[in-house]
């Protein structure tokens, strides 16, 4: 049976019933347990996240959807480019994993054009090219704006539309780094700490050496995060509701679009949730990014 298709039709966990009848009838019982539990996590987190994202006071969370990115930022980044009539424009994400998961993709599959900055290989093949460019390097406070106007000079790209920055520690001062230095997109992405719910201040001390070991210590709560952005005249507009780690800001002179956004930031912050699905939809292949990433050029 497909997981997907069991998903589809059946929004009760009495209805797994039918399920463990068809994984009966492998011999091996210790897959069969395997698969079962795997199946049953997941409905539990698919129902966990509808439950969130139903009952947010931000209404702007309902467009949140997966394609590319974790969870559902894909949906939320969408829904933004679209209010600001954005059709094909400029994307740097720093931050990007081996490339077959983060906030940008989608970007590239509507045409856009951009770069990616980050420590890992890309899992795909890939060359620099007009429309995409990669720089493998470890960023740090001293490089950044370097690597940055690099591939903007290298792309021709005057100014950029959204920038998506997810580096587990020193996001802030990244950040902050690419603000001051008069780099403001239309919309900014950030990986805030969720930890700490407003009005609670924390960032995490500049560390360029530092390499995230699944703790607390990371990043910025999202009222530290706000402090900053209202300083550079953007609004924060919402964070994603199924894992509440991303929030999204938009330059304040576009929020005449937003009027659905709350103004109280305790009324878009979004608590931590980090159970996720162990499977959604069908498994992201190299072979879809080279072709979004090819078809560009």
């Given at each position: 049976m497909d997981q997907n298709n069991f998903f589809k039709e059946n929004n009760s966990i009495e209805s797994i019933d039918q399920l463990i009848l068809e994984l009966k009838k492998?011999?091996?019982?210790?897959?069969?347990?395997?698969?079962?539990?795997?199946?049953?996590?997941?409905?539990?987190?698919?129902q966990g996240y509808n439950i969130r994202k139903k009952g947010c006071i931000n209404p702007f969370n309902k467009y949140g959807?997966?394609?590319?990115?974790?969870?559902?930022e894909d949906g939320?980044?969408?829904?933004?480019?679209?209010?600001?009539?954005?059709?094909?424009g400029a994307y740097a994400e720093?931050?990007?994993?081996?490339?077959?998961?983060?906030?940008?993709?989608?970007?590239?599959?509507l045409g856009w054009r951009g770069f990616w900055a980050g420590g890992e290989d890309l899992i795909f093949k890939?060359?620099?090219?007009?429309?995409?460019?990669?720089?493998?390097?470890?960023?740090?406070?001293?490089?950044?704006?370097e690597i940055t106007e690099t591939n903007m000079n290298k792309m021709k790209i005057k100014e950029l539309d959204v920038i998506s920055l997810d580096l587990d520690g020193n996001d802030f001062h990244f950040c902050k780094k690419l603000l001051s230095s008069k780099l403001h997109p239309k919309l900014f992405i950030?990986?805030?700490?969720?930890?700490?719910?407003?009005?609670?201040?924390?960032?995490?001390?500049?560390?360029?050496?530092?390499?995230?070991?699944?703790?607390?210590?990371?990043g910025a709560s999202l009222e530290s995060f706000n402090q900053l952005f209202e300083g550079y005249e953007y609004k924060l507009i919402c964070c994603n509701a199924h894992?509440?780690?991303?929030?999204?800001?938009?330059?304040?002179?576009?929020?005449?679009l937003f009027n659905d956004v709350p103004k109280d930031i305790n009324n878009i912050f979004m608590e931590p949730n980090f159970d996720l699905a162990c499977k959604y939809a069908h498994f992201n292949s190299s072979d879809v990014i080279e072709n979004i990433i090819y078809r560009n050029n």
């Amino acid at each position: 049976m497909d997981q997907n298709n069991f998903f589809k039709e059946n929004n009760s966990i009495e209805s797994i019933d039918q399920l463990i009848l068809e994984l009966k009838k492998n011999n091996d019982q210790s897959a069969l347990h395997s698969q079962l539990l795997t199946i049953i996590k997941d409905l539990i987190v698919k129902q966990g996240y509808n439950i969130r994202k139903k009952g947010c006071i931000n209404p702007f969370n309902k467009y949140g959807r997966k394609c590319f990115s974790q969870t559902d930022e894909d949906g939320l980044t969408y829904e933004i480019i679209r209010r600001l009539k954005i059709k094909k424009g400029a994307y740097a994400e720093f931050g990007v994993g081996d490339g077959l998961e983060n906030n940008t993709l989608l970007l590239a599959s509507l045409g856009w054009r951009g770069f990616w900055a980050g420590g890992e290989d890309l899992i795909f093949k890939y060359k620099n090219t007009k429309n995409f460019n990669y720089t493998k390097n470890w960023i740090t406070t001293d490089n950044i704006l370097e690597i940055t106007e690099t591939n903007m000079n290298k792309m021709k790209i005057k100014e950029l539309d959204v920038i998506s920055l997810d580096l587990d520690g020193n996001d802030f001062h990244f950040c902050k780094k690419l603000l001051s230095s008069k780099l403001h997109p239309k919309l900014f992405i950030v990986e805030y700490n969720p930890k700490f719910f407003p009005p609670i201040e924390f960032v995490m001390k500049y560390n360029r050496f530092h390499n995230w070991i699944l703790d607390d210590n990371y990043g910025a709560s999202l009222e530290s995060f706000n402090q900053l952005f209202e300083g550079y005249e953007y609004k924060l507009i919402c964070c994603n509701a199924h894992t509440g780690s991303n929030a999204f800001f938009v330059k304040r002179k576009y929020m005449n679009l937003f009027n659905d956004v709350p103004k109280d930031i305790n009324n878009i912050f979004m608590e931590p949730n980090f159970d996720l699905a162990c499977k959604y939809a069908h498994f992201n292949s190299s072979d879809v990014i080279e072709n979004i990433i090819y078809r560009n050029n």
